[in-house]
């Protein structure tokens, strides 16, 4: 799995992002699990011919130490279909920006 890590969290940052997430994103089944949804506007054309399989989402994982952002583009309504795939160059650069952005706006690791 392709994904942006960031590890060695202090327990303070982990319990900042812990609220964040809890509080501003869909949390998934399993603990520290977090679905962000990529916007419409990013999605490449398979995405966007497949309207049953919309929306379309990626995975954050927060554990004690460390937090993956998932750089695969997939639905919550299938496990496996052609739209299900790694993110193009600007679904990556969303990606990477969503994480830098939340550790700048939660003042972390400074």
């Known amino acids: 799995m392709k994904q942006y890590v960031i590890d060695q969290l202090r327990e303070s940052d982990f319990l900042k992002l812990e609220d964040y997430l809890n509080h501003k994103c869909e ?17 490449e054309k398979t995405q966007l011919d497949h309207l049953h399989c919309q929306p379309f989402y990626f995975a954050v994982n927060l554990d004690l ?42 003042n972390l690791m400074t």
């Open 27 to 43: 949390a998934g089944e399993l603990p520290g699990i977090y679905w962000i949804p990529v916007p419409k506007s990013l999605l």
């Open 65 to 106: 130490n460390t937090i993956c952002f998932e750089l695969l583009i997939r639905t919550r309504s299938r496990l496996r279909c052609a739209c299900i795939q790694y993110a193009s160059q600007k679904q990556r650069d969303y990606i990477l920006d969503y994480a830098d952005g939340l550790f700048e706006k939660l």
